[in-house]
């Protein structure tokens, strides 16, 4: 098995590609060690001295790690984890599937939260997962739209630029409603 591994926009994340699929679908974060319960794979990642935060996509994961730790020191340790995980034949995530993606939204907005939805799938999660990460609706309201990042996109510090220069001129150009876009923590 031979895994490879790509920088990302965000210095602290990196993005490994083992080769095969990680999540048949949506995507699966784990801030921290305590949130991968149900995921022997980020449990195994986690259990590398080093590791902060780890995140799948549906043939990725990105690693991310604080700014003091060198990545020559952990790389090694996390190609292990990974390789090793996917030679015990166990899955990625038991018991309830990955997150789907969006929150759901049951407002007045409900055209417009379509929209949004819509092109945050064909325009830009697509472009973001290339990156290592995923940004999902989270919310709409009075012409703000809130956007949850994650993986590379999580800390990231193109990730203001990405958002308001990339995601609010595309949203605002398409759907005139839209006048403002945030994004909210986890």
Request: hydrophobic share 40%; charged share 20%; aromatic share 6%.
């Given at each position: 098995?031979?895994i490879q591994?790509?920088?990302t926009p965000?210095?602290?994340?990196?993005k490994?590609l083992p080769?095969q699929?990680?999540?048949?679908t949506?995507?699966?974060?784990?801030?921290?060690?305590d949130?991968?319960?149900?995921?022997p794979?980020a449990?195994?990642?986690f259990a590398?001295e080093?590791?902060s935060?780890?995140f799948f996509?549906?043939?990725?994961?990105?690693?991310?790690?604080?700014?003091?730790?060198d990545?020559n020191?952990i790389?090694p340790a996390?190609?292990g984890?990974i390789?090793?995980?996917?030679q015990?034949?166990q899955p990625?995530?038991q018991?309830?599937a990955?997150n789907?993606?969006?929150?759901?939204?049951?407002?007045?907005?409900g055209?417009?939260?379509?929209?949004?939805?819509?092109l945050?799938?064909t325009?830009v999660?697509p472009?973001?997962a290339?990156?290592?990460?995923?940004?999902t609706?989270?919310?709409?309201?009075k012409g703000?739209?809130y956007?949850?990042?994650q993986?590379a996109c999580?800390?990231c510090?193109?990730s203001?630029?990405t958002?308001?220069?990339g995601i609010?001129?595309?949203l605002?150009?398409?759907i005139?409603?839209?006048?403002?876009?945030?994004p909210?923590?986890a």
């Amino acid at each position: 098995m031979f895994i490879q591994t790509e920088s990302t926009p965000n210095p602290a994340t990196l993005k490994f590609l083992p080769g095969q699929t990680v999540l048949a679908t949506g995507t699966a974060d784990f801030p921290n060690a305590d949130a991968a319960t149900n995921s022997p794979l980020a449990q195994r990642i986690f259990a590398v001295e080093g590791v902060s935060g780890v995140f799948f996509g549906g043939d990725f994961v990105t690693v991310t790690k604080p700014e003091e730790v060198d990545w020559n020191h952990i790389k090694p340790a996390i190609l292990g984890a990974i390789m090793e995980h996917f030679q015990s034949g166990q899955p990625a995530m038991q018991g309830e599937a990955a997150n789907a993606g969006h929150a759901d939204h049951d407002g007045p907005d409900g055209e417009i939260v379509n929209q949004i939805k819509d092109l945050l799938d064909t325009r830009v999660r697509p472009a973001v997962a290339q990156d290592g990460g995923d940004i999902t609706f989270h919310g709409f309201d009075k012409g703000i739209v809130y956007l949850h990042m994650q993986g590379a996109c999580a800390g990231c510090p193109s990730s203001t630029l990405t958002l308001k220069m990339g995601i609010e001129n595309l949203l605002r150009h398409y759907i005139p409603e839209v006048v403002e876009v945030r994004p909210v923590a986890a």
